[in-house]
């Protein structure tokens, strides 16, 4: 009896035993990319998400919404982020669009009173107009009568430094919103909204006074290189950088910020069953920033792609918790209001 007991007092530590050794379960890796307006913020809530819990691991790659619309349809990403709808390329299988953050495109510019040396990007004003004749190479130089007219206070101190232009040489969904409003107030000048910049601007060519860059990196590393050179990036990658006052629909000229784009965004309400959101570049709300636009996450409905629970409750997540607590503070706007129900609705459709 002894005997017997041994043998099963051994078995069930030997048991145990194995049952502590066996490894825990490996998490399940959802690879993501896309637009590089949202990098910042999105690569933080995942960093969060990846801390909260241990079943599914989210990574972010920064390559356009171009490339990340690419290789969602290709499978490359479980999920992804976009600043612009598909054109062309679109997923066969059942899928949608989730507008997961806000936003500002800053208008970043490198220019110097010659006298001071202080820096004049931040107390320029420019008109939407103004704004479209500079990236459209009509407005070349920065004591062009245009922009002096607008800036009474600082006209004497406006050099007569050459304009360069800073523009993305990537399919991106930064260019396709900044190309929307452009063609808003001058479609004259820019008659075509898409996400290459090259082929956008007057003529089908970039002018003669300007320089690509890869990504909004690339546009802010042309920016910093050379005085007299102005671009558009959005206000995370800013990172505070002395950029243009653009007057609103209200006639004011407003900085970019995380609370003016917000007055902009908590106003846009015509989201559509699809989840894009139809801009309406006349929101005449005071202290209003008027070149803000929504971030777009794609995500499979049809249940036939991998982890589609992680990616459901990484968007949840996103848009219940990252959002409000982080957004802000990197430079983005936190989606609200009629947008935020349509978004919330949508996740729960993800399989």
Same mark, same amino acid.
């Given at each position: 009896?002894?005997?017997?007991?041994?043998?099963?007092?051994?078995?069930?530590?030997?048991?145990?035993?194995?049952?502590?050794?066996?490894?825990?379960?490996?998490?399940?890796?959802?690879?993501?990319?896309?637009?590089?307006?949202?990098?910042?913020?999105?690569?933080?809530?995942?960093?969060?998400?990846?801390?909260?819990?241990?079943?599914?691991?989210? #990574?972010?790659?920064?390559?356009?919404?171009?490339?990340?619309?690419?290789?969602?349809?290709?499978?490359?990403?479980?999920?992804?982020?976009?600043?612009?709808?598909?054109?062309?390329?679109?997923?066969?299988?059942?899928?949608?669009?989730?507008?997961?953050?806000?936003?500002?495109?800053?208008?970043?510019?490198?220019?110097?009173?010659?006298? #001071?040396?202080?820096?004049?990007?931040?107390?320029?004003?420019?008109?939407?107009?103004?704004?479209?004749?500079?990236?459209?190479?009509?407005?070349?130089?920065?004591?062009?009568?245009?922009?002096?007219?607008?800036?009474?206070?600082?006209?004497?101190?406006?050099?007569?430094?050459?304009?360069?232009?800073?523009?993305?040489?990537?399919?991106?969904?930064?260019?396709?919103?900044?190309?929307?409003?452009?063609?808003?107030?001058?479609?004259?000048?820019?008659?075509?909204?898409?996400?290459?910049?090259?082929?956008?601007?007057?003529?089908?060519?970039?002018?003669?006074?300007? /320089?690509?860059?890869?990504?909004?990196?690339?546009?802010?590393?042309?920016?910093?290189?050379?005085?007299? #050179?102005?671009?558009?990036?959005?206000?995370?990658?800013?990172?505070?950088?002395?950029?243009?006052?653009?007057?609103?629909?209200?006639?004011?000229?407003?900085?970019?910020?995380?609370?003016?784009?917000?007055?902009?965004?908590?106003?846009?309400?015509?989201?559509?069953?699809?989840?894009?959101?139809?801009?309406?570049?006349?929101?005449? /709300?005071?202290?209003?920033?008027?070149?803000?636009?929504?971030?777009?996450?794609?995500?499979?409905?049809?249940?036939?792609?991998?982890?589609?629970?992680?990616?459901?409750?990484?968007?949840?997540? #996103?848009?219940?918790?990252?959002?409000?607590?982080?957004?802000?503070?990197?430079?983005?706007?936190?989606?609200?209001?009629?947008?935020?129900?349509?978004?919330?609705?949508? /996740?729960?459709?993800?399989?």
């Amino acid at each position: 009896m002894r005997r017997t007991l041994a043998i099963l007092a051994s078995t069930a530590v030997a048991a145990s035993t194995v049952a502590l050794a066996a490894p825990a379960m490996a998490e399940s890796k959802i690879p993501a990319g896309g637009a590089s307006f949202p990098y910042v913020f999105v690569s933080q809530c995942a960093a969060d998400f990846n801390a909260s819990q241990s079943n599914f691991s989210v #990574t972010y790659t920064s390559t356009g919404s171009g490339t990340g619309k690419g290789n969602f349809t290709k499978g490359t990403f479980v999920t992804a982020m976009t600043d612009s709808k598909y054109t062309s390329g679109a997923p066969t299988w059942s899928w949608e669009y989730i507008p997961a953050i806000g936003g500002a495109i800053t208008v970043p510019i490198n220019l110097k009173n010659a006298s #001071t040396g202080r820096t004049l990007g931040s107390s320029i004003q420019l008109k939407q107009t103004t704004l479209a004749k500079i990236f459209g190479g009509a407005i070349t130089t920065w004591n062009h009568p245009e922009i002096k007219k607008d800036n009474a206070r600082i006209a004497a101190a406006l050099p007569a430094t050459p304009i360069t232009i800073a523009y993305r040489s990537d399919s991106s969904g930064t260019t396709n919103n900044f190309l929307q409003y452009l063609n808003a107030w001058a479609p004259t000048i820019f008659n075509k909204v898409q996400d290459d910049m090259g082929t956008a601007f007057p003529g089908g060519k970039p002018p003669a006074n300007s /320089v690509a860059g890869k990504g909004n990196s690339g546009v802010m590393a042309n920016v910093l290189a050379k005085e007299g #050179t102005i671009g558009y990036v959005d206000l995370g990658d800013a990172k505070g950088y002395p950029s243009a006052r653009i007057q609103n629909a209200n006639g004011e000229f407003v900085a970019p910020s995380s609370a003016s784009a917000a007055k902009n965004l908590a106003n846009q309400t015509n989201v559509g069953a699809d989840g894009l959101v139809s801009l309406n570049y006349n929101v005449k /709300v005071q202290g209003a920033y008027p070149i803000a636009i929504f971030s777009y996450a794609l995500a499979r409905t049809d249940g036939k792609g991998p982890d589609g629970l992680g990616v459901r409750q990484f968007w949840d997540y #996103t848009l219940a918790k990252c959002g409000p607590s982080r957004a802000a503070s990197l430079g983005y706007v936190p989606v609200a209001g009629k947008v935020l129900a349509k978004a919330r609705e949508l /996740v729960q459709l993800i399989k």
